[in-house]
């Protein structure tokens, strides 16, 4: 028998108990997995800042001579990539918003049970949230440089495009306190 995630959050709930003080034969398959990663904050962008960035990154790219772009293809060029990175936005704030659906159709508190919750649902949808969010990001960008019409060539590889993209990406995180 398969037992999904959200039944073995609702045995624990039904128990009385906590699913991470359960016996190891019952505990919740995440916790492993949930306290090893290297970054436990999940990863918010602001929108406001996607602009100013992705035209810092194109900068970057070109000065670097990690890519080539003509003049006047750099807006365009932008505006795509802005749309990759307001498409994550996007993905994101619905994704937050069945993490809080979810939460309370099954009555689950925020503190106790939102982490699992958040993790197992951003699996489903295929959306990194925590810190593998950039190599995400970054992995989508650079997939769309090699395609990208706007670009007459890249000279980079994917290190150096990495090293270029992510501190713009970081830039426009949302820090939590």
Same mark, same amino acid.
């Given at each position: 028998?398969?037992?999904?995630?959200?039944?073995?959050?609702?045995?624990?709930?039904? /128990?009385?108990?906590?699913?991470?003080?359960?016996?190891?034969?019952?505990?919740?398959?995440?916790?492993?997995?949930?306290?090893?990663?290297?970054?436990?904050?999940?990863?918010?962008?602001?929108?406001?800042?996607?602009?100013?960035?992705?035209? @810092?990154?194109?900068?970057?790219?070109?000065?670097?001579?990690?890519?080539?772009? @003509?003049?006047?293809?750099?807006?365009? @060029?932008?505006?795509?990539?802005?749309?990759?990175?307001?498409?994550?936005?996007?993905?994101?704030?619905?994704? =937050?918003?069945?993490?809080? =659906?979810?939460?309370?159709?099954? /009555?689950?508190?925020?503190?106790?049970?939102?982490?699992?919750?958040?993790?197992?649902?951003?699996?489903?949808?295929?959306?990194?949230?925590?810190?593998?969010?950039?190599?995400? @990001? /970054?992995?989508?960008?650079?997939?769309?440089?090699?395609?990208?019409?706007?670009?007459?060539?890249?000279?980079?590889?994917?290190?150096?495009?990495?090293?270029?993209?992510?501190?713009?990406?970081?830039?426009?995180?949302?820090?939590?306190?």
């Amino acid at each position: 028998m398969v037992v999904s995630w959200v039944q073995r959050i609702d045995v624990g709930m039904a /128990n009385g108990r906590n699913c991470c003080m359960m016996e190891p034969s019952l505990r919740c398959a995440f916790w492993s997995r949930t306290h090893q990663t290297k970054d436990h904050k999940h990863m918010r962008f602001d929108r406001s800042r996607v602009s100013t960035q992705v035209q @810092l990154i194109v900068d970057d790219l070109v000065k670097q001579n990690l890519v080539e772009v @003509l003049a006047a293809q750099r807006p365009d @060029l932008c505006k795509r990539i802005e749309r990759i990175i307001n498409n994550y936005i996007t993905r994101y704030d619905e994704l =937050e918003d069945k993490i809080r =659906e979810f939460l309370i159709a099954h /009555n689950l508190d925020e503190e106790e049970y939102g982490r699992r919750v958040r993790r197992n649902l951003s699996k489903d949808e295929e959306l990194p949230i925590f810190g593998d969010a950039y190599d995400y @990001l /970054n992995e989508q960008i650079e997939s769309f440089l090699w395609d990208a019409d706007e670009v007459e060539e890249i000279f980079a590889n994917k290190q150096e495009l990495v090293a270029a993209i992510t501190p713009h990406l970081k830039a426009m995180a949302i820090k939590k306190h």
